[in-house]
């Protein structure tokens, strides 16, 4: 069983910055992708940047530019640099792991809070 705790949400200013961590319980960084996602109330939650164990990154448009997704294999554990941040980011961050062996497996973090306000 894996574990993902998330850290780093919190208030912030309009073109502000945070930084999230996502660390997991044991090494799985290279059979994992590891994604982040967020949900606001009454919203569908969608993807925000995800990273593969090859390094590869993808982003959603409305992040491109803004934030970045990397990880750290030594401490089992994948950020979010979010830079400029707007108001429409606010949302619960969550880190998700899909293990790409097969059988997949999915594992989900508790999420984070994200507030941006002024």
């Known amino acids: 069983q894996v574990q993902l705790v998330e850290s780093g949400g919190g208030l912030v200013q309009p073109g502000g910055s945070l930084s999230l961590s996502c660390a997991a319980s044991g090494s799985i960084f290279r059979i994992y992708t590891m994604g982040w996602y967020r949900q606001a109330p009454g919203k569908q939650r969608e993807l925000v940047a995800l990273?593969?164990?090859?390094?590869?990154?993808n982003y959603a448009d409305f992040v491109k530019g803004r934030f970045t997704i990397s990880g750290d294999n030594a401490k089992n554990t994948v950020y979010l640099q979010m830079n400029s941040l707007k108001p429409g980011d606010a949302a619960v961050y969550c880190c998700?792991?899909?293990?790409?062996?097969?059988?997949?497996?999915?594992?989900w973090g508790q999420g984070t809070q994200v507030t941006v306000s002024s």
């Open positions: 998700e792991g899909v293990r790409e062996l097969t059988p997949a497996v999915v594992y």
């Open positions: 990273i593969t164990s090859a390094g590869s990154t």
